[in-house]
């Protein structure tokens, strides 16, 4: 139930329990009453001397008040047991729409699905090793877009897979991203690479010197993880049992003894 509906519910209970009251302690209403008249014949004032003539005296007709409703104890007691059964409803309400109120909604937390890191591709740090070195010589324009083509062959090379509403360029940032690299310069290289294909105003000096510090950055830092993926591995092979051995203590015959 909405706030709205809450606060609208909790108002009509209380104007109902206002009501019930208000009626309860009220003076009863005669309903039943019927107002009584009686024909009253007032007799002539005496006087010091005869009528003249015979006369008829006259008749008034007196309206008494009406008569006070008075219950019968069944009624009174019926009355009793509605209302207070109507007041324990609407508190019965009005209670149990405050605790869905205060209650805490449960929220079950799923753990996000981890999976394993693949290793960086040799392909992709000597692609962009190469462009590297061409960025600092020929046309800005040229060696920006190359370069961050080169990027995307490699990404491709991963195996990742690519969703079907990413672009090119938004599935080359998604994989080189699954590795530890400076994300910023991986955007800020993308966007010189849509400016320098997708505009046609002149890219200079600025724009080459941009694209060769984002890309410097980049291939330090897939260097690193490299290092770091080819250290571990060494780790885990030389904590795990050489197989010849392995081989040969769980294979071996058993002696016998010649009888």
Excluded: C, K
């Amino acid at each position: 139930m909405s706030r709205r509906g809450v606060q609208l519910t909790i108002a009509v209970g209380a104007v109902v329990m206002a009501a019930l009251v208000v009626a309860s302690t009220g003076r009863p209403v005669p309903l039943l009453a019927r107002p009584s008249a009686f024909v009253a014949t007032i007799p002539p004032l005496p006087t010091g001397t005869p009528p003249l003539a015979t006369t008829t005296p006259a008749s008034r007709t007196i309206t008494r008040p009406p008569a006070p409703f008075d219950p019968s104890p069944i009624l009174v007691a019926l009355v009793q047991i509605l209302l207070v059964g109507t007041i324990l409803v609407v508190l019965l309400a009005l209670a149990r729409l405050l605790v869905a109120l205060v209650r805490t909604p449960h929220v079950t937390v799923h753990e996000e699905p981890t999976f394993a890191i693949p290793l960086v591709p040799a392909e992709l740090l000597e692609a962009a090793r190469e462009r590297l070195r061409d960025l600092e010589s020929g046309e800005p324009r040229n060696a920006i877009v190359a370069a961050w083509l080169d990027l995307e062959g490699s990404a491709a090379a991963t195996g990742l897979p690519r969703l079907p509403a990413e672009t090119s360029t938004e599935y080359t940032e998604r994989v080189i991203t699954v590795w530890a690299v400076d994300r910023e310069r991986l955007a800020d290289l993308a966007a010189l690479y849509r400016e320098a294909r997708f505009s046609a105003h002149p890219l200079g000096e600025e724009h080459r010197s941009r694209a060769i510090g984002d890309l410097r950055v980049l291939i330090a830092d897939l260097e690193r993880v490299a290092d770091e993926q080819a250290s571990a591995d060494a780790a885990a092979h030389a904590d795990a049992p050489t197989g010849a051995g392995a081989t040969a203590r769980g294979t071996g015959s058993p002696h016998r003894e010649a009888p």
